[in-house]
């Protein structure tokens, strides 16, 4: 356990990854059995596109094999479908992901839906849904799963800590609250029309701010000593930066917490960027190994 206020995102998913890769080589000698991710980009969304990359570099230094599919993007839904119904059937992919959003013509709960559970990297399938919520061995979102190890880090056993997450979104908000329930917490879902918002964050021990609005979470709403973890990215006008070339104002990424108020208070903070981000990916390739394992009645690691 670290005692610098400032959670380190960046070394935290290098020492997970650093641990997922050891469990990969070992999957390896003791199996003949290589982790497979595949990886669906339709169109050419900038930011999905680093994304995608990202991914894959990550992929391939962890000792897996990483597939990319790149679709254009006036791709057909019945096409997205039919590439996830061979990678469902190819016993060398164990983990899919359809990056999203999706082209406007493509459903993107359809082709989530269409992607076997079993392979279902991202959580974010109904079946992966009911399996979290009801105990069982799910394969759970990423974002919230980083979320869960750092805090588990900072504070140990979280039984009986009183949690608030702002934000009830499918990817991140309500993931967390199942996975912090988990763990024994009392946990409050907070969301735009919440009543009182200021006072129900300063009685959490644990504050996860996932709502997409810049720094909304003021910093007199933490709880002295409490843990806060911030996914929000937001870009932000940062005139005290100065102009670009082409005379707009230079920007920058903020959280949806006001940081620099906000690590007065805290005990321990994730900083934006540099905090929540690294970990999504070291825990997408977490969830492929514990897929591969559980696709070949191998008993997955525990990370
Ligand atoms: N787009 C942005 N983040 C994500 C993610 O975690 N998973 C998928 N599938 N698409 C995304």
Known sequence: MTTDKIIDGKAFAANFLGIVSKEVKRLKSSHELEPGLAVVLVGNDPASAVYVRNKGERTREAGMHSFEHRLPADTSEEDVLTLVAHLNEDATVHGILVQLPLPHQIDEQKVLAAINPDKDVDGFHVTSVG???TGGDALVPCTPYGCLLMLKDRLGDLSGKRAIIVGRSN?????????????????TIAHSRTQDLPERCREADILVAAVGRAEMIMGDWVKPGAVVIDVGINRVEAPERGVKEDGTVKTKLVGDVEYAEAIKRASAITPVPGGVG?????????NTLVAACQQNGIEPPVL
């Open 131 to 133: 399996r979290l919520w």
């Open 171 to 187: 990817i991140v908000g309500k993931p967390m609250a199942a996975l912090l329930l988990a763990e024994s917490c009392t946990v």
């Open 278 to 286: 690294p970990m999504t990916i070291a825990c997408l390739l977490r």
